[in-house]
């Protein structure tokens, strides 16, 4: 199973005719996570092919509009559409009475329970876990709380190695499920037969970092070192790092910056003010510091790992 990024919208601020605002779409590991909510995500989640009903759990990292003005439009369509699973929503504290309130005055009915996971911590945690999937909170600095998300894969089980397997007569089926675990096979005779030897090594698990609004901030780097895929918001470009820092932003070069000191697999910038109109002038300034640096593109999907 393979893990897919798909870029709904990434500008700041307000949509434009050919861009949304801030949203994005994970699959992971059979999971699908819904990041950020901006303006017109359930149009973006129609031409991407989203099924609306598969996804139980969003993201949202802070209570500015252009981050969560399309979420009460989307949880009254869950309903139109007659979603009856729960749905969980993590966000800052106060994003109930934000949903509460739209929905007790223009008197929406939801029919299905929507649980909110409210944040406060200034420290990362763990938000979410199964067995396979954990997600932890990226703190952020910006004019209000904000959070970014980092989406991990839990290591994965090892590969038998049947043909080695069949070898040893004392294996048998019930096992299977230690050897996969990575635990060493003892015999009758207390022979210890290597894991190593009846397995082969797993896929690598893969992880990826959003970090949304945000001034450039080096204490992330521990959280997101190694990570495959960072999203970094890169609004200004470094000869309005004044700007970026006033207005609680990061510039491309200061995301290429954070990108290099954690050792990333791949950087994508995003949340762009409206003042550019060609954005390779981002990718330009970062590309100094961090060549493997790209722009998103609308309704594309990316691998990751």
Not at 26 to 53: N, P, W, Y
Not at 67 to 79: I, M, W, Y
Not at 258 to 284: E, P, Q
């Amino acid at each position: 199973m393979s893990t897919y990024l798909t870029i709904l919208g990434f500008n700041s601020a307000i949509p434009t005719i050919n861009s949304s605002p801030t949203a994005q779409f994970l699959e992971m590991e059979e999971r699908h996570f819904l990041i950020d909510c901006g303006e017109g995500t359930q149009v973006q989640m129609r031409k991407a092919k989203v099924r609306f009903s598969k996804i139980n759990h969003i993201f949202i990292s802070h209570l500015h509009g252009d981050h969560c003005f399309g979420l009460p439009g989307l949880v009254a369509s869950f309903r139109l559409l007659g979603r009856k699973t729960p749905l969980h929503i993590y966000g800052p504290k106060g994003i109930k009475k934000m949903m509460d309130t739209i929905f007790e005055i223009t008197e929406t009915y939801k029919g299905f329970d929507v649980v909110y996971h409210e944040l406060d911590k200034k420290v990362s945690e763990k938000i979410y876990e199964d067995k396979r999937v954990e997600v932890f909170t990226i703190p952020l600095n910006h004019r209000i709380y904000c959070n970014g998300y980092l989406f991990r894969e839990k290591p994965k089980e090892r590969h038998l190695n049947m043909k080695e397997i069949a070898r040893y007569k004392e294996i048998e089926i019930c096992d299977f499920q230690n050897l996969r675990s990575g635990k060493d096979f003892i015999c009758e005779d207390e022979t210890i037969i290597e894991n190593a030897i009846l397995t082969t090594d797993p896929k690598p698990s893969v992880s990826y970092a959003f970090c949304s609004d945000t001034k450039y901030k080096e204490d992330i780097i521990p959280i997101i070192r190694n990570v495959d895929v960072l999203y970094h918001e890169s609004t200004f470009l470094n000869n309005l790092k004044e700007m970026a820092d006033y207005t609680g932003h990061s510039t491309a070069l200061e995301a290429a910056t954070i990108a290099k000191k954690a050792n990333v697999g791949k950087l994508i910038l995003g949340h762009f003010s409206n003042r550019y109109s060609d954005l390779s002038v981002m990718t330009d300034e970062a590309r100094q510091v961090f060549p493997n640096t790209f722009l998103p593109k609308a309704l594309e999907t990316v691998k990751i790992g």
